[in-house]
């Protein structure tokens, strides 16, 4: 599998599902799945989707500008690194953001979040 390939489609994937739908980001999780979110560490699928449904803004776009891909071990996992800004209503500034996923195999073929990590970047 062409990691590029892998990378933008699933980079796609959860940027339009986290502005469109959040509440369907939990299955892209399992219970074995860790977010760190600006320093705070949630485990498990059904938390990570508390926290993302819990953010004080019910609509967002994101505007991504980098994305970067590497494989991850013998397991046959992906690490992507995203960088790009964000644009919540009403507001007039983009907020820069870096996050990092790393994309393990299911037994299925296909790939679910196992680690998520995610920052603003302030200037």
């Known amino acids: ?6 990378s933008k489609h699933f980079v796609e994937h959860y940027y339009t599902t ?3 739908n959040r509440l369907a980001l939990i299955n892209l ?3 074995g799945s860790m977010l ?18 819990s953010l004080p803004f ?17 397991s046959g996992g992906w ?19 870096s ?3 790393h994309l393990a195999p299911t037994p299925q073929g296909s790939f679910y979040v196992f ?6 970047n302030y200037a």
Request: hydrophobic share 35%.
């Open 1 to 6: 599998m062409d990691p590029d390939q892998l």
């Open 18 to 20: 986290f502005d469109t």
């Open 29 to 31: 999780y399992q219970e």
């Open 36 to 53: 760190t979110f600006e320093g705070e560490k949630i485990q498990g699928a059904q938390s990570i989707s508390n926290k993302l449904n």
């Open 58 to 74: 019910q609509q967002c776009k994101h505007n991504i500008s980098t994305v970067d891909c590497q494989p991850s071990g013998l």
């Open 79 to 97: 690490v992507v690194f995203v960088s790009g800004n964000l644009q919540l209503p009403g507001e007039e500034h983009l907020l820069k953001f």
């Open 99 to 101: 996050q990092m996923f």
């Open 115 to 120: 680690n998520d990590i995610f920052r603003l």
